[in-house]
């Protein structure tokens, strides 16, 4: 006998084993008079069927592999009359994650698959269960494992970049690399637009940067970790990983939405690849920036790169120049530094316009567990690349202490020329022109 809604796609989570799948929450706004059945089409297009029901799927294949609509929430919650023709509700769709494994780009093709191509649809969150995560190592070393690699317990660690993006030849990358070196940062990467360009290629800014980090070395006596760029095509990176390795690497950086996911996890993965991974979210934003479509940005940012194993994901930070909304930043950092089925925590890296007047609120929302990620403020600081560093750090100190960076300045020149030069944090006030 025919029913509207079959009662295998449409139940409530109390009636699933939950370990048996992924649940995925959707906001959707549609001209509709039946949200039920919308949702339930949805379940359908993305596990067992099409616009029509086939005479092979049959109700023991439903019962096996069909999505279950487990949750329809209006938006404002109508009860009895609803005058709005576009309807908006909150969607709850349990996938069995038998159906795809424990992968990324098949969950993907799942969750957020066809039904991706919708207008006013956005993935909002994904939970996962342990059953799932399980098929996951994640982060190999985590926030604790890289302190121990660097040797710093008690303060965020520091991260540099090389200036500017692109353009400059090997031997002022090597110039620049020792003078970074030189000022106390922890951590020296390449830029996103720097991977393996004519002018500057990868194994030849290897040995430039390694040579500038094994000089400094013997005039200070600290050990600066250079995190080349290795972005490429699958197999070509995997060959660059090998190499750069084999060259003395001891960390590697990926443009991870641009390479795909999994492509991370393999290297996380691959015990001869043994160094700490970073995610730069260069690219991310055609998939979460959409208000009403693409998929929130804690799930890319943050639950997405602890499954794949990176040890610090640079993402933009709600202070500095690239619009966020504060919540959405924090939510990001939370979500990979909370506990997630015993993977490792992994280091959260606010960026995109960090200086020292910013470091303090940071470490209000996230705590000391993150890395001060900055380019410009080093570069650009009145005293040097030093000042630049010393002053960040000066910042982190003052938050440790309980004090405010204004108040800690007046016995740290450093710190008193940074907050002269660009500010405290002031919600009603941005430096950034991207910003204003």
């Not at 109390?14 to 929450?25: G, K, P, Q, Y």
């Not at 995560?133 to 190999?140: E, L, M, Q, V």
Request: hydrophobic share 40%; charged share 20%.
């Amino acid at each position: 006998m025919k029913r509207n809604y079959d009662p295998i796609i449409f139940c409530q989570s109390e009636s699933l084993d939950l370990e048996d799948f992924v649940i995925a929450t959707y906001l959707m706004s549609a001209q509709t008079k039946d949200v039920l059945m919308r949702a339930g089409a949805m379940a359908v297009e993305q596990t067992t069927g099409t616009w029509l029901r086939v005479p092979d799927e049959t109700d023991e294949v439903r019962r096996k592999f069909v999505g279950r609509v487990i949750n329809v929430f209006n938006v404002p919650g109508y009860e009895a009359t609803c005058p709005d023709k576009i309807r908006t509700c909150v969607i709850q769709i349990a996938f069995p994650w038998r159906n795809f494994g424990q992968q990324l780009p098949e969950l993907l093709s799942t969750v957020f698959g066809n039904i991706s191509i919708m207008d006013n649809l956005k993935l909002l969150d994904l939970q996962f269960p342990k059953s799932f995560t399980a098929g996951f190592k994640g982060p190999r070393f985590g926030t604790q494992g890289l302190r121990d690699r660097l040797g710093i317990q008690d303060r965020p660690l520091t991260l540099a970049m090389i200036k500017p993006c692109t353009g400059i030849p090997i031997d002022v990358i090597e110039r620049q690399f020792y003078n970074l070196a030189l000022s106390g940062v922890d951590m020296v990467k390449d830029d996103e637009l720097i991977a393996d360009p004519i002018h500057a290629p990868l194994f030849k800014r290897i040995e430039a940067c390694q040579r500038a980090a094994e000089k400094a070395y013997k005039e200070t006596g600290k050990k600066v970790l250079y995190i080349p760029n290795i972005t490429d095509r699958q197999d070509r990176m995997f060959e660059k990983a090998h190499k750069a390795i084999d060259m003395g690497v001891e960390a590697l950086m990926v443009n991870v939405h641009a390479t795909g996911y999994g492509t991370m996890s393999a290297l996380a993965e691959d015990d001869s690849i043994n160094v700490p991974l970073l995610a730069h979210p260069c690219y991310s934003g055609t998939s979460y920036m959409g208000s009403s479509t693409g998929m929130s940005s804690h799930i890319i940012h943050g639950k997405f790169m602890r499954l794949e194993g990176a040890d610090m994901v640079v993402y933009n930070c709600s202070y500095g120049k690239v619009p966020s909304l504060v919540e959405r930043y924090v939510r990001i950092g939370q979500s990979l530094l909370s506990d997630f089925h015993g993977l490792k925590p992994t280091f959260p890296s606010p960026a995109a316009g960090m200086h020292p007047g910013l470091v303090g609120q940071v470490m209000d929302d996230l705590g000391p567990d993150i890395i001060i990620g900055a380019g410009a403020s080093m570069h650009a600081h009145p005293m040097g690349l030093k000042g630049g560093v010393a002053a960040l750090n000066q910042a982190a100190e003052a938050w440790k202490l309980n004090v405010t960076p204004q108040e800690y300045a007046q016995d740290h020149e450093e710190l008193r020329i940074s907050i002269d030069q660009w500010g405290v944090y002031d919600p009603n006030k941005s430096i950034f022109e991207l910003t204003n």
